[in-house]
Nanobody
């Protein structure tokens, strides 16, 4: 069973930065994708960014391009989301997700999910 442990959420003022971590365990595949999704109150869950284990594939939502950077350390199967120049509209619960296979930001393509971590950006 794949397990995902997220960390790094918190509160920050607009323009600030946070780094989220997602540590994945319980699998043997070398062909996998880790993604970040977010969900604000009363809104649907949306894809933020994803990265393939080979590091050869990444994707970002238009709203975060140029501000967020995703990376992965294969040695410990941990993905990181560096979030810079945060805006109040980035406020949401951020979820880490895992799938075997190539990158996608379609939430229904992901089998395993983390518990979520709150990110709050104040103006």
């Amino acid at each position: 069973e794949v397990q995902l442990v997220e960390s790094g959420g918190g509160s920050v003022q607009a323009g600030g930065s946070l780094r989220l971590s997602c540590a994945a365990s319980g699998f043997t595949s070398h062909d996998y994708t880790i993604a970040w999704f977010r969900q604000a109150p009363w809104k649907e869950r949306k894809g933020v960014s994803c990265i393939h284990s080979s590091r050869s594939g990444t994707d970002y939502a238009d709203s975060v391009k140029g501000r967020f950077t995703i990376s992965i350390v294969r040695a410990n199967n941990t993905a990181y989301l560096q979030m810079n120049n945060l805006k109040p509209e980035d406020t949401a619960i951020y979820y880490c997700a895992f799938r075997v296979g190539w990158i996608t930001l379609r939430y229904y393509e992901y089998t395993y999910w983390g518990q979520g971590t709150q990110v709050t950006v104040s103006s």
